[in-house]
């Protein structure tokens, strides 16, 4: 979907959409914290999420009761508002999320919000034969890495390749319209997108969190400009400030009709026949 106003907004799902994260919330909730993290210590967290899918299921747990937990997982009001203000305002809202699309969908649907983004960028999940959820890797990482060097990225996910993508998707759909990004994000996974947006884009990243941590480790890698927040209410304030400065930014760009002082007959006429039309009035919505 072409951007409405050329911005893209792009939200990291676990502690920035939700205030916690889905994986644990649910392994918490259902009453299995030892048997995940004995998992954790022999593969990798997307493995074992999957794995802890299947020993759920052998318990006798239904995707209904995972799907219970999630709905009760925490969302602060001023994040909804904050979605759908950006929304009102014609941005594309896109999800990029280390979760997975079964669990980000719970979500979603539970607080009424799948409409509001156009894309979701996930590991994808599936209900297999007996009814178990499997999840899998977005990268397929056995058959082929993702080859980021980084060392922030885990093997299922480089979300920094995976914006990438969604920018030259965005831009295709955009044609000659400019876009700019805004990117929010908390984790350790968060970083590598953050250091590919450009000059033009701005970061949100969550303060006192790991990718803010590490973007405090040398700040000049970063081009896109810094916006931290903190909580719900703070993220609402900055992310609308951002949006509505950008859009008058851009506004500023469009061809501007001379001041109305300014004496026409004053100006060769060989300059009066290259003027700009005037820019039609553009009320945002
Ligand atoms: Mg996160
Ligand atoms: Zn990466």
């Known amino acids: 979907m072409a951007a409405g106003n050329g ?18 919330w649910v392994v918490d909730g259902l009453g299995a914290t030892h048997e995940f993290d004995r998992l954790l210590t022999t593969m990798p967290w997307n493995t074992a999420i ?37 929304h009102a305002l014609g941005c594309d809202l896109r999800i990029l999320s280390d979760a997975n699309r079964f669990f980000i969908d719970a979500v979603l649907d539970h607080h009424g919000l799948r409409g509001y983004f156009s894309e979701v960028t996930t590991n994808t999940s599936r209900v297999d034969a007996v009814g178990r959820l ?39 759909a955009a044609g000659s319209k400019t876009l700019r990004f805004i990117y929010l994000g908390d984790g350790r996974g968060d970083y590598c997108p953050s250091l590919r947006l450009g000059r033009e884009d701005l970061v949100m990243p969550r303060k006192g969190f790991p990718v803010w941590d590490l973007i405090c480790e040398d700040p ?26 950008v859009l008058i930014e851009e506004e500023s760009k469009l061809p501007r009709p001379l001041p109305l002082d300014c004496n026409l007959e004053l100006l060769p006429a060989a300059v009066q026949d290259g003027l700009p039309m005037p820019a039609p009035l553009r009320i945002s919505h």
């Open 7 to 24: 911005i893209v907004v792009v939200f990291d799902f676990d502690k920035t959409i939700i205030d916690v994260d889905s994986d644990n």
């Open 50 to 86: 999957d794995t802890m899918m299947g020993e759920l299921h052998a318990r006798g747990r239904t995707l209904h009761d995972v799907a219970d937990v999630l709905r009760a997982a925490p969302l602060d009001p001023r994040v909804v508002a904050a979605i759908r203000a950006c």
């Open 134 to 172: 499997r999840i899998a890797p977005y990268h397929d990482f056995h058959a082929a890495p993702h080859g980021c060097c980084l060392g922030t990225c885990p093997p299922n996910m480089c979300k920094g390749q995976a914006l990438d993508r969604i920018r030259a998707t965005s831009a295709a």
């Open 220 to 245: 000049a890698l970063l081009q896109a400009e810094l916006h931290p927040w903190s909580d719900g209410a703070e993220m609402e304030e900055t992310l609308l400030r951002l949006v509505a400065r």
